[in-house]
């Protein structure tokens, strides 16, 4: 994750990039990271046992998949393999159904979801760490695979669900905790329960039955319910590659 800084007052830079727009570039990674250093943030699977969650064995569980070991390949160093910059080289990318993009055209730079490289996650962690209860929360948590239908990995999805219920329990005024709706909606038949898709339809001249239920999803005419339902199925990538390939996602885990 590498931030470039901007040279300031240079506002015309926008496409293609011009390296001499910028000033310098943050690896907010490795900030990430120490930071969490400076202020005593537990090890990774420290902060899974403090969230509830079941500490993980090793490497190979944290990012769900993959060898511990690094492959043996003539473009890598024997033994220095995680110092090897060949090892982070992408050996092969897929789009979102799961289909092969060739290295180095146009659609690897459009439409990459998953990818290959020379080597696995799990053995890159394993060699820069040496033992799963070493490894920092900040990693960990970035390289575990998503939880279905989520963008975060367990020990992420933990936190910010227990952050955001602690807002919602300590808010008085949040919605949830005004019986007075209820009653509204038993008397007066006044259903605070709306939506998107039926907010756009009430305040738009766009019809209910031309929306999607969720409107943040593309949808092959699929309407959106009067009750808030969706219909929508929404099928999941086959995986790309051979049996038992390790895949990285293009989502951070890299």
């Given at each position: 994750?590498?931030?470039?800084?901007?040279?300031?007052?240079?506002?015309?830079?926008?496409?293609?990039?011009?390296?001499?727009?910028?000033?310098?570039?943050?690896?907010?990674?490795?900030?990430?990271?120490?930071?969490?250093?400076?202020?005593?943030?537990?090890?990774?699977?420290?902060?899974?046992?403090?969230?509830?969650?079941?500490?993980?064995?090793?490497?190979?569980?944290?990012?769900?998949?993959?060898?511990?070991?690094?492959?043996?390949?003539?473009?890598?160093?024997?033994?220095?393999?995680?110092?090897?910059?060949?090892?982070?080289?992408?050996?092969?990318?897929?789009?979102?159904?799961?289909?092969?993009?060739?290295?180095?055209?146009?659609?690897?730079?459009?439409?990459?979801?998953?990818?290959?490289?020379?080597?696995?996650?799990?053995?890159?962690?394993?060699?820069?760490?040496?033992?799963?209860?070493?490894?920092?929360?900040?990693?960990?948590?970035?390289?575990?695979?998503?939880?279905?239908?989520?963008?975060?990995?367990?020990?992420?999805?933990?936190?910010?669900?227990?952050?955001?219920?602690?807002?919602?329990?300590?808010?008085?005024?949040?919605?949830?905790?005004?019986?007075?709706?209820?009653?509204?909606?038993?008397?007066?038949?006044?259903?605070?329960?709306?939506?998107?898709?039926?907010?756009?339809?009430?305040?738009?001249?766009?019809?209910?039955?031309?929306?999607?239920?969720?409107?943040?999803?593309?949808?092959?005419?699929?309407?959106?319910?009067?009750?808030?339902?969706?219909?929508?199925?929404?099928?999941?990538?086959?995986?790309?590659?051979?049996?038992?390939?390790?895949?990285?996602?293009?989502?951070?885990r890299l």
């Amino acid at each position: 994750m590498l931030f470039q800084v901007p040279k300031p007052g240079n506002t015309g830079c926008i496409e293609p990039v011009d390296p001499a727009c910028f000033s310098g570039v943050v690896d907010l990674g490795a900030v990430d990271i120490d930071r969490g250093r400076d202020h005593g943030m537990p090890s990774y699977n420290a902060l899974r046992q403090a969230y509830g969650l079941a500490p993980k064995a090793n490497f190979a569980a944290v990012v769900g998949s993959g060898s511990e070991t690094f492959p043996r390949d003539p473009k890598l160093t024997p033994g220095d393999e995680v110092n090897d910059p060949d090892s982070l080289d992408f050996t092969a990318l897929f789009d979102i159904n799961g289909n092969a993009i060739p290295l180095g055209s146009d659609a690897a730079q459009t439409s990459a979801v998953n990818a290959r490289r020379r080597t696995g996650l799990a053995a890159r962690l394993r060699a820069t760490y040496g033992t799963v209860n070493r490894l920092d929360a900040f990693v960990g948590m970035m390289a575990e695979p998503h939880v279905p239908g989520s963008e975060f990995g367990e020990l992420q999805l933990a936190i910010w669900k227990k952050q955001f219920l602690a807002l919602r329990d300590g808010d008085r005024f949040f919605y949830g905790n005004q019986p007075v709706l209820t009653d509204i909606r038993n008397i007066l038949g006044i259903d605070y329960r709306r939506t998107l898709a039926q907010v756009i339809a009430a305040n738009t001249d766009i019809p209910i039955g031309d929306l999607n239920a969720n409107v943040f999803v593309v949808g092959s005419g699929v309407a959106a319910s009067g009750n808030g339902g969706s219909s929508m199925v929404m099928a999941s990538a086959p995986s790309p590659g051979r049996a038992g390939a390790p895949i990285d996602n293009l989502d951070g885990r890299l």
